[in-house]
């Protein structure tokens, strides 16, 4: 197994990971509170080829740092995420956001559309439909503690099937991925804090300002996702102004795994604005 985040930067004493491939625009990939960068690594392919692609690890994910001396709050992501592109010097960037990483897209876009060539929310969670169980067991400290000492890879293992369309999708690699931040204590902890920092209250006091958004959003669906409900989307489609939604079928919650090609070609579709798939 391979992680897909080669390189790091230091913002305010905390290590953020990144994988950085391509010339282009600029891309950036932003995943939910299961996964890492490594979601994204049969999309970063089809992509990098015309565009300057990052996919990032956030702050308590995968290789980043995961003190746990601050919330890992879809706002304070998002404000990270800020620091993060300054101090790459990048100006301006397609955002593409995955599960509660579509969240962090809505703050980032409502707090900075200056930077935003266009928002795209995959499975991504919104409004008050979220968090869902098990998410919001972990809030809890004697279930945070039982998790601690009861999470293992085969309750890992029923998480990601069910997630899953191709269930044969399911190799001992991606298992493999998913399960490697919870070898380590420090790794779970940083897991069941982000859990407990999660707030839906982020997203709903933006709501206006979602709704007032003057940049292209596109909202994909994978329709079998058991996690977040086809209304997160709908809803999301009906009130932002000039936004698209594109269903797939065949695609579930990690739809990056199950639909890898069709995801990134519906995305350079909706960045050079053509409609055909």
């Known amino acids: 197994m391979t992680p897909l985040a080669t390189s790091t930067c230091d913002l305010q004493g905390h290590k953020i990971a990144y994988h950085r491939e391509g010339a282009g625009e600029v891309v950036l990939l932003v995943h939910g509170i299961s996964t890492y960068s490594f979601i994204w690594r049969k999309i970063v392919p089809h992509l990098s080829d015309n565009y300057d692609v990052i996919a990032v690890d956030l702050l308590g994910c995968g290789a980043s740092s995961k003190q746990l001396d601050q919330p890992y709050s879809i706002k304070n992501h998002a404000h990270l995420l800020k620091q993060f592109l300054d101090s790459l010097g990048t100006a301006k960037i397609h955002f593409v956001g995955h599960d509660v990483g579509g969240g962090i897209g809505q703050v980032f876009a409502v707090n900075y559309p200056d930077m935003l060539h266009d928002l795209t ?3 991504s969670v919104a409004y008050d439909f979220w968090p869902v169980q098990p998410i919001i067991a ?12 009861t999470l293992d890879m085969g309750v890992m293992r029923m998480i990601i099937r069910r997630g899953l369309y191709h269930k044969e999708n399911l190799t001992p690699e991606l298992l493999e991925y998913f399960w490697a931040p919870m070898t380590s204590q420090q790794g779970r902890k940083a897991f069941l804090h982000f859990a407990a920092s999660l707030d839906n209250q982020q997203l709903l006091e933006i709501t206006d300002a979602l709704h007032q958004l003057d940049i292209p959003v596109l909202i994909v669906r994978g329709d079998a996702d058991p996690y977040l409900s086809r209304s997160i989307a709908e809803k999301l489609a009906k009130n932002i102004p000039g936004s698209e939604l594109f269903i797939i079928p065949t695609g579930s919650h990690f739809i990056q795994e199950d ?3 069709l995801l990134a070609r519906k995305c350079i579709q909706f960045y050079s604005g053509r409609c055909d798939v």
Request: positive net charge; proline residues 11%; hydrophobic residues 55%.
């Open 138 to 149: 972990m809030r809890t400290p004697i279930i945070r503690q039982l998790a601690m000492a």
């Open 259 to 261: 639909e890898p090609a």
């Open 121 to 123: 929310l995959v499975n």
